[in-house]
């Protein structure tokens, strides 16, 4: 069966520092993988996805991640966090099914 | 460009009455898709629409939740009766093509319902 699992709930870095947002899945065939964006009593903004091709995948806001077939895992990171980039954060996929994961609040610290 | 229209952006029932929401995707996108996202969780796929067919829908609880978008355009999203557990934020989202695996969708501010 299809499935997207975000494993931490909230990841806590200070401003400057690179993140990750960690994101695993278990998709047969290619598994259409992507990451949203979800501020206050807002709707989600698109960040980024992978569809085919190369492995690390550039997106908006400075965020980037990558495809890693063999870990089944498509982690978000960023070089240096800003503390705007708190926000809650949503990987899933869109292979046979459209499906989210449960999310991680990222939080940054002046 | 605008973007996806919703409304009402908050509603708050009673158990056992019954709700609409509105959904105005952006013009032009042709599939169209309602999430219900409980808090804590992430989005979960009630229904999608292709222009004004249902290409998905094996999430929806039938017996009490609707959706139609007639016209292929605007669409809306029915509950009765209202149950406590279907307090949540309701999503309504737009991509551009046919329904492609690889489309992005872009979503509206979502209408936030309360059961009491």
């Known amino acids: 069966a299809q499935s997207v699992a975000q494993p931490e709930d909230q990841v806590n870095v200070a401003e400057g520092n690179p993140l990750t947002v960690k994101c695993t899945y278990s998709v047969s065939g290619n598994p259409y993988l992507f990451w949203y964006v979800q501020y206050p009593n807002r709707g989600l903004q698109f960040l980024l996805k992978y569809i085919t091709g190369d492995n690390l995948v550039k997106g908006s806001y400075g965020f980037e991640a990558e495809f890693n077939k063999s870990q089944t895992s498509f982690h978000l990171k960023k070089p240096s966090a800003l503390v705007s980039d708190s926000a809650l954060y949503f990987c899933?996929?869109?292979?046979?099914?459209?499906?989210f994961g449960s999310g991680t609040r990222l939080s940054i610290r002046p | 460009e605008a973007g996806v229209a919703q409304s009402p952006r908050y509603k708050i029932i009673e158990k056992r009455q019954s709700v609409a929401f509105w959904c105005n995707p952006i013009s032009g996108h042709a599939t169209l898709y309602w999430y219900q996202q409980i808090l804590g969780q992430g989005p979960k796929l009630l229904i999608q629409?292709?222009?004004?067919?249902?290409?998905?829908d094996s999430q929806l609880p039938k017996d009490r939740f609707s959706a139609e978008r007639l016209k292929g355009v605007d669409s809306t999203l029915k509950i009765q009766p209202a149950k406590l557990e279907d307090s949540a934020v309701y999503l309504c989202?737009?991509?551009?093509?046919?329904?492609?695996?690889?489309?992005?969708?872009?979503f509206g501010p979502g209408t936030r319902l309360t059961v009491l």
């Open positions: 989202a737009s991509s551009l093509s046919g329904g492609l695996v690889t489309d992005t969708q872009y």
């Open positions: 629409f292709q222009n004004n067919g249902v290409v998905d």
């Open positions: 899933g996929s869109s292979a046979s099914k459209i499906i």
